[in-house]
């Protein structure tokens, strides 16, 4: 199934004989999002094609509530993994004041099938899905950005601004939307207290959507909504829209005039047909598959980014196994590098 791995890494893999299991305090100490984020910009152009990733599997267990599957292996010596991530998708969760979203990462040696590690596949999901907004923020944003809008304050949301700031140090001011309006102030209050960022970023929270929208140089979105939250007239010119938050025909967090008004760009195939956003946009004609271009082909330079200071940038993330396993390469590699 996957090619021989070159010495280094089967020596690697040889001398653990048992499964390292990584607490979330663990991942928290090794991963950090600007190193992350330059781990998939050096990797993804190498590895995207080289790694067999089926389909997400998805299954629904309720009207709400689902169980995702997510494998990838690779047929590279570079990359002698395994991986798959299981995931529970319960957004009735936030009631019982709980995450909507658990899952549980393994890896396994390519070579020999043995299991490598386990870890906490929610928090890995946390920095990939954040970085990789990054990376795309690095490449599609305006170098000057300067006001970040952050709509939504779950989970995922401190992930995202740490990432944007990491890729765009630029940024002064992050102001905070949620739907519970105390959400989106604690949110802004912990980090400011944790002095994220540079020097002298401003952290706020604002209770009006459609005022903030239009300060944002870069609006990040990570929200279950199944009604767009984003007005596309209200885009400054030259912002970049990062959305995360759909995964379903059903979820929308922009209307049709932001995907009218934007170049559009995805993370991979899977947003063409399970992002709400552009699944609805392509049958009502406001754009086509053929106009949407991919963050790997952005990274390699076959994809024109950002051609203007005017011009509005939109990037549409589903996720992908790609990612999962990269980011649990780099977890895994910095891990046995310090037994």
């Given at each position: 199934?996957?090619?021989?791995?070159?010495?280094?890494?089967n020596?690697?893999?040889?001398?653990?004989?048992?499964?390292?299991?990584?607490?979330?305090?663990?991942?928290?100490?090794?991963?950090?999002?600007?190193?992350?984020?330059q781990?998939f910009?050096?990797?993804?152009?190498?590895?995207?094609?080289?790694?067999?990733?089926?389909?997400?599997?998805?299954?629904?267990?309720?009207?709400?509530?689902?169980?995702?599957?997510?494998?990838?292996?690779?047929?590279?010596?570079?990359?002698?993994?395994?991986?798959?991530?299981?995931?529970?998708?319960?957004p009735?969760?936030?009631?019982?004041?709980?995450p909507?979203?658990?899952?549980?990462?393994?890896?396994?040696?390519?070579?020999?099938?043995?299991?490598?590690?386990?870890?906490d596949?929610?928090?890995?999901?946390?920095y990939?899905?954040?970085?990789?907004?990054?990376?795309?923020?690095?490449?599609?944003?305006?170098?000057?950005?300067?006001v970040?809008?952050?709509?939504?304050?779950?989970?995922?949301?401190?992930?995202?601004?740490?990432?944007?700031?990491a890729?765009?140090?630029?940024?002064?001011?992050?102001?905070?939307?949620?739907?519970?309006?105390?959400?989106?102030?604690?949110?802004?209050?912990?980090?400011?207290?944790?002095?994220?960022?540079?020097?002298?970023v401003?952290?706020?929270?604002?209770?009006?959507?459609?005022?903030?929208?239009?300060?944002?140089?870069?609006?990040s979105?990570?929200?279950?909504?199944?009604?767009?939250?984003?007005?596309?007239?209200?885009?400054?010119?030259?912002?970049?829209?990062?959305?995360?938050?759909?995964?379903?025909?059903?979820?929308?967090?922009c209307?049709?005039?932001?995907?009218?008004?934007?170049?559009?760009?995805?993370?991979?195939?899977?947003?063409?047909?399970?992002?709400?956003?552009?699944?609805?946009?392509?049958?009502?004609?406001?754009?086509?598959?053929?106009?949407?271009?991919?963050?790997?082909?952005?990274?390699?330079?076959?994809?024109?980014?950002?051609?203007?200071?005017e011009?509005?940038?939109?990037?549409?993330?589903?996720?992908?196994?790609?990612?999962?396993l990269?980011?649990?390469?780099?977890?895994?590699?910095?891990?046995?590098?310090?037994?």
């Amino acid at each position: 199934m996957a090619s021989t791995p070159n010495t280094a890494n089967n020596t690697a893999t040889a001398i653990i004989t048992s499964p390292i299991f990584l607490t979330n305090e663990s991942l928290h100490s090794i991963l950090a999002h600007n190193s992350l984020i330059q781990h998939f910009h050096t990797s993804l152009p190498t590895t995207s094609s080289t790694l067999h990733t089926p389909i997400r599997q998805s299954y629904d267990l309720s009207q709400s509530s689902s169980l995702l599957l997510m494998p990838s292996w690779s047929s590279t010596p570079s990359l002698p993994y395994i991986g798959v991530k299981l995931v529970t998708y319960f957004p009735q969760n936030s009631a019982l004041n709980l995450p909507g979203i658990h899952a549980s990462y393994v890896l396994f040696s390519s070579t020999t099938g043995q299991t490598l590690a386990s870890m906490d596949g929610t928090v890995l999901t946390l920095y990939r899905t954040s970085c990789v907004s990054g990376l795309a923020s690095k490449i599609l944003a305006r170098n000057d950005s300067k006001v970040l809008v952050m709509v939504g304050a779950g989970a995922l949301a401190p992930h995202l601004i740490k990432a944007h700031l990491a890729a765009r140090p630029s940024l002064q001011k992050v102001i905070i939307w949620n739907r519970t309006v105390k959400k989106a102030s604690d949110l802004a209050e912990k980090l400011k207290k944790e002095c994220i960022g540079n020097d002298g970023v401003c952290f706020e929270s604002n209770g009006n959507l459609e005022e903030i929208i239009g300060l944002g140089d870069i609006v990040s979105c990570a929200t279950n909504a199944d009604a767009p939250l984003v007005k596309g007239e209200k885009l400054k010119q030259g912002a970049h829209l990062d959305m995360v938050g759909s995964f379903k025909e059903t979820m929308r967090e922009c209307d049709d005039e932001a995907i009218r008004r934007g170049r559009v760009f995805v993370d991979n195939e899977a947003a063409l047909v399970e992002a709400g956003e552009l699944v609805g946009a392509f049958e009502r004609g406001v754009t086509k598959k053929e106009d949407v271009g991919f963050l790997v082909e952005l990274i390699k330079g076959e994809q024109v980014g950002r051609k203007n200071s005017e011009e509005i940038t939109v990037f549409k993330s589903v996720g992908s196994a790609v990612v999962d396993l990269l980011a649990a390469q780099l977890v895994y590699e910095s891990c046995i590098k310090d037994k």
